[in-house]
């Protein structure tokens, strides 16, 4: 059992930048998988990013590419995602998402187990 805790949301103005945090419980973080998602009024949630366990690979959403970067301490059970360059779209709840050794290709918020309780990002215009 993992439990995510998100921290780090807020108010910010376009071109800003925010970095969220999730700390994860349990002796095994390093064997997951992390990714973040996002979720904004009346749409589904969508991947933003993820790093797979051991932290060699990661993968981003087209939208953020070149401007949020996604990082993890496994000696600290955290995952970090730095969002730079602000967007009013980046606007919306983010999450952060755990799966038991997986890749970092599926998109699919079906193939994650565990996830946070989420923070709000809005980015104003």
């Known amino acids: 059992q993992v439990q995510l805790v998100e921290s780090g949301g807020g108010l910010v103005q376009a071109g800003g930048s925010l970095r969220l945090s999730c700390a994860a419980s349990?002796?095994?973080?390093?064997?997951?998988?992390m990714a973040w998602f996002r979720q904004a009024p009346g749409k589904e949630r969508a991947f933003v990013a993820a790093i797979i366990w051991s932290g060699k690979t990661t993968n981003y959403a087209d939208s953020v590419k070149g401007r949020f970067t996604i990082s993890r301490d496994n000696a600290k059970n955290t995952v970090y995602l730095q969002m730079n360059s602000l967007k009013p779209e980046d606007t919306a709840v983010y999450y952060c998402a755990a799966r038991y050794y997986g890749g970092v290709s599926d998109y699919s918020v079906d193939v994650y187990d565990y996830w946070g309780q989420g923070t709000q990002v809005t980015v104003s215009s």
């Open positions: 349990g002796r095994t973080f390093s064997s997951y998988t």
